[in-house]
Antibody, heavy 120, light 111 residues
Framework: QVQLQESGPGLVKPSQTLSLTCTVSGGSISSGSYYWSWIRQPAGKGLEWIGRIYTSGSTNYNPSLKSRVTISVDTSKNQFSLKLSSVTAADTAVYYCARRHTAIYGMDVWGQGTTVTVSS | QSALTQPASVSGSPGQSITISCTGT?????????VSWYQQHPGKAPKLMIYEVSNRPSGVPDRFSGSKSGNTASLTISGLQAEDEADYYC???????????FGGGTKLTVL
């Protein structure tokens, strides 16, 4: 059974770059046809889709964050990553990684989430 | 402001049925059968409950059902149980460049 686990610094200074990694276990990130996504949730608020990467490496981003976001994949490590530049306090949130099969609209596997605080 | 509109809260007693609505536009909910619903307990990750409007993933009780009419999708939970108390989010594909949008979430209270 595939599991996802987010990792990365819990505290980032304003104007710096937030970097998170999602490690896939129980299966290969390269097998099958999946979108690997990042979603965030500020405390007490709703979910926001950040973007996704396809198994082939092609990406799609939320236009509201596109200028600051990069999602990449490292198949050798069975990981995909999120970089968000020029962060502000508004980027403080729980960040989740999740998987979605390309033929099914619904993210069926989620990581447990990691809290990132932007503060000096 | 979320792209999809959900009621902030709904409540029901054990054994009753409740319905949570999710209203969008013809560019998202109304235009495609690509609506999913997620359940989120406090401090936990969301869990997929319904995909593509009305399909249940393996392991999700059949007390949970989904439907759509026009620009509004709905999640119905019948035979409410205490463990159903959680936040529920809808999500839809959108033809805008955003691709995926969520509702603002609905807090379900089991009285």
């Amino acid at each position: 059974q595939v599991q996802l686990q987010e990792s990365g610094p819990g505290l980032v200074k304003p104007s710096q770059t937030l970097s998170l990694t999602c490690t896939v276990s129980g299966g290969s990130i390269s097998s099958g046809s999946y979108y690997w996504s990042w979603i965030r949730q500020p405390a007490g608020k709703g979910l926001e889709w950040i973007g996704r990467i396809y198994t082939s490496g092609s990406t799609n981003y939320n236009p509201s964050l596109k200028s600051r976001v990069t999602i990449s994949v490292d198949t050798s490590k069975n990981q995909f990553s999120l970089k968000l530049s020029s962060v502000t306090a508004a980027d403080t949130a729980v960040y989740y990684c999740a998987r979605r099969h390309t033929a099914i609209y619904g993210m069926d596997v989620w990581g447990q989430g990691t809290t990132v605080t932007v503060s000096s | 402001q979320s792209a999809l509109t959900q009621p902030a809260s709904v409540s029901g007693s054990p054994g009753q049925s409740i319905t949570i609505s999710c209203t969008g536009t013809s560019s998202d909910v109304g235009g495609y059968n690509y609506v999913s619903w997620y359940q989120q307990h406090p401090g936990k990750a969301p869990k997929l409950m319904i995909y593509e409007v009305s399909n249940r993933p393996s392991g999700v009780p059949d007390r949970f059902s989904g439907s759509k009419s026009g620009n509004t999708a709905s999640l119905t939970i019948s035979g409410l149980q205490a463990e159903d108390e959680a936040d529920y989010y809808c999500s839809s594909y959108t033809s805008s460049s955003t691709l995926e949008v969520f509702g603002g979430g609905t807090k379900l209270t089991v009285l």
